[in-house]
């Protein structure tokens, strides 16, 4: 993918490798600065997926996340990676982490995470290859990135180069009614993907956080009396946060990155979110007896 932005509208602060602070994740960093010799350190794959996945349950999709835990034995990438295994009769031995007996992996287990692997990439390559199309021809949005401040993007997908970019240029701070609702919208989302304000007492909206939660998604929850359900739903008309795409029912009041709505139900939460562009279904339980305590 290429990201086309000119340096001087970046207001980053960077150190002398020149990667952004706010780049940087703390704790257990996916790119690592090495002073003594002077390098940047990419994440390795088994750093990559873990973040993936821990990025996917904060944000209220935990089903995703296993998702995406099944997709990526770390234990059998170890192995390979590190020229540490034996193949034998019986299947992969593998060492374990922190010493002791080997462990064994069958010949079908493997065949089963090297399939749902390559299966996993090819899905994620198709899907990626369908949302670059929907930039084509170029869509302008106002927005930012990191710390900078709101301005107008450019993203284009070129099917014929083969380049997806984006790019920007802009004196100062841009913002439209549509970025200043986005905004609203989104600091009542909590940092995650759905946000639910049941009615203080209603079973009813207790139900229907339940089916959306079997459904995979963790919701920011805030429970709310009479008086500031009310307070909330006048806020919602006072900055257009209404999602349109639906019709007004009397229900559960969830807001998503389109805008609040009120569901009757869990079933009509397909009708919320997009469809999407790949299905992916895997048995979630899968891979997972057959790894060692320690990671391997």
């Known amino acids: ?17 020149g990667i952004p602070f706010d780049s940087v994740k703390g704790g257990t960093a996916l790119v690592r600065v090495r002073k003594q010799p002077a390098a940047i350190i990419g994440p390795n794959a088994n750093k990559t997926f873990r973040d993936l996945a821990d990025t996917a349950k904060e944000i209220g999709m935990p089903r995703l996340a296993k998702l995406l835990a099944n997709a990526f034995r ?26 002791g007996n080997v462990y064994i992996i069958s010949h079908e287990d493997v065949l089963s995470a090297v399939v749902r692997g390559i299966a996993f990439f090819d899905i994620l390559q198709d899907h990626n290859r369908t949302a670059m199309g929907f930039y084509n021809p170029p869509i302008e949005i106002v927005g930012k990135f990191s710390g900078n401040f709101p301005m107008p993007w450019t993203i284009h997908s070129d099917p014929v180069k083969g380049t997806f970019s984006i790019s920007g240029s802009s004196p100062g701070p841009v913002t439209t009614p549509a970025y ?14 759905l946000a639910a304000f049941p009615r203080q007492g209603n079973s009813d909206d207790e139900i229907t956080i339940n089916g959306i939660e079997v459904a995979g998604y963790e919701p920011h929850v805030v429970p709310l009396d009479p008086n500031g359900f009310d307070d909330l739903l006048k806020q919602v008309e006072h900055h257009a946060m209404q999602d349109d795409r639906r019709t007004k029912e009397n229900g559960l009041l969830i807001a998503s990155p389109f805008g609040f709505v009120q569901l009757a139900d869990s079933s009509a939460l397909d009708d919320l979110l997009p469809p999407p562009i790949t299905e992916v279904l895997f048995d979630e339980a899968e891979g997972a007896s057959d790894r060692p305590a320690d990671g391997g």
């Open 180 to 193: 200043l609702r986005q905004v609203e919208i989104t600091g009542r989302l909590g940092g995650k993907v």
């Open 74 to 99: 770390d234990d059998i990438r170890n192995g390979i990676a590190h020229a540490d295994y034996v193949i034998w009769s019986d299947g992969l031995r593998l060492r374990r982490r922190n010493g």
């Open 1 to 17: 993918m290429l990201a086309s932005t000119p340096a001087s509208i970046l207001n980053h602060k960077t150190d002398k490798s």
